[in-house]
């Protein structure tokens, strides 16, 4: 009988914030998986360390840090055949994964390679965009407002025309497009509504309104933005 494939999210960076099912299957796992980008050391990996067994395999996916679609891709190719090669030979996969899986999360591109195939259980995390609202102390949404989720990448007229239709916004992988998206909430006069946060749940974590932001920011940055009155009181 084939293995089972666990998608299991991490949270944001904080170990304590992963859940109970989490930590018990990263414990028992004999078999990981996880992504590391351009060779560097894995943040999945760091954030589930004390938790992996001494004598577990660990199957390393390293993704080139480039825009393009292909090298990735390629990627996660070689690492579904080598977990696929696991599982056949009857053993469980614990594929790590930063934040919740299916919010931006890398596992889904093995998800969708091998779930047809193999037995697949994805394990939610707490997301990196709930973790830095509650750092920040900004509720995301409250009654019927509407909340929407913005990749910092995108082209900055349409990432202005849902902004418009938003009432409360979370722009994630915030990065090298900080400037742009500066240049967005300035036209919008949201400047002064946004709070920029990096590295949410860390020891190196940064809050500060987004008017003291620096010039350059991580990719493990985000931008929240309320635009009404506290709707909660």
Not at 112 to 118: D, G, P, V, W
Request: hydrophobic share 45%.
């Amino acid at each position: 009988m084939s293995g089972t494939l666990y998608g299991v999210g991490l949270g944001p960076g904080d170990p304590e914030l992963m859940t109970v099912k989490a930590q018990r299957l990263i414990k028992n796992a004999s078999v990981i998986a996880y992504p590391t980008l351009a060779g560097a050391a894995s943040f999945a990996r760091s954030i589930a360390a004390d938790l992996i067994r001494d004598d577990a395999v660990e199957i390393v996916m390293d993704v080139p840090m480039t825009t393009a679609r292909e090298p990735a891709q390629k990627a996660y190719d070689i690492g579904a055949t080598q977990i696929s090669e696991t599982l056949d030979n009857g053993h469980d996969v614990v594929c790590l994964c930063e934040g919740d899986p299916f919010f931006y999360g890398s596992f889904m591109y093995l998800f969708a390679r091998l779930s047809k195939t193999y037995a697949t259980e994805v394990v939610p995390g707490v997301t990196s965009m709930t973790a830095a609202a509650a750092m920040t102390g900004l509720p995301l949404a409250a009654r019927n407002e509407v909340l929407t989720v913005l990749p910092g990448p995108m082209d900055a007229t349409d990432m202005a025309n849902k902004i418009a239709t938003s009432d409360s916004i979370v722009i994630m992988k915030v990065g090298r497009h900080l400037n742009k998206i500066r240049n967005v909430l300035s036209d919008a006069n949201l400047t002064e509504r946004a709070t920029y946060i990096e590295r949410a749940t860390l020891g190196e974590q940064r809050i500060l309104p987004l008017t003291d932001a620096p010039d350059k920011a991580p990719y493990f940055s985000m931008i929240l933005i309320t635009k009404g009155a506290d709707p909660w009181l």
